[in-house]
């Protein structure tokens, strides 16, 4: 046998074990994603916490006032 023979050999070899490795690494993992893309236009937008005037807080605690001094509301009991 001369060298550029077994070169050839040894390089097609090397090109077997190259694409049955890529096969079990595709087997690992399928390429696709679920889900949104990262970075897409359609993502949800968060949303802070309403911001309640203070008017709007004044008349909410007038109103929990009002249900308590009518006994509505009563006390969460704890539980041990």
Same mark, same amino acid.
């Given at each position: 046998?001369?060298v550029?023979?077994?070169?050839?050999?040894?390089?097609?070899?090397?090109?077997?074990?190259?694409?049955?490795?890529?096969?079990?690494?595709?087997?690992?993992?399928?390429?696709?994603?679920?889900?949104?893309?990262?970075?897409?236009?359609?993502?949800?937008?968060?949303?802070?916490? @309403?911001?309640?005037?203070?008017?709007? @807080? @004044?008349?909410?605690?007038?109103?929990?006032?009002?249900?308590?001094?009518?006994g509505?509301?009563?006390?969460?009991?704890?539980?041990?």
């Amino acid at each position: 046998m001369n060298v550029q023979q077994i070169v050839a050999e040894l390089k097609a070899e090397r090109a077997k074990l190259d694409s049955a490795i890529a096969a079990i690494a595709g087997l690992n993992s399928t390429g696709r994603r679920r889900g949104r893309p990262p970075g897409s236009t359609n993502a949800p937008q968060k949303r802070g916490r @309403r911001q309640l005037s203070a008017a709007a @807080r @004044r008349k909410l605690s007038r109103l929990l006032k009002q249900r308590w001094a009518q006994g509505k509301m009563k006390p969460k009991r704890k539980v041990a």
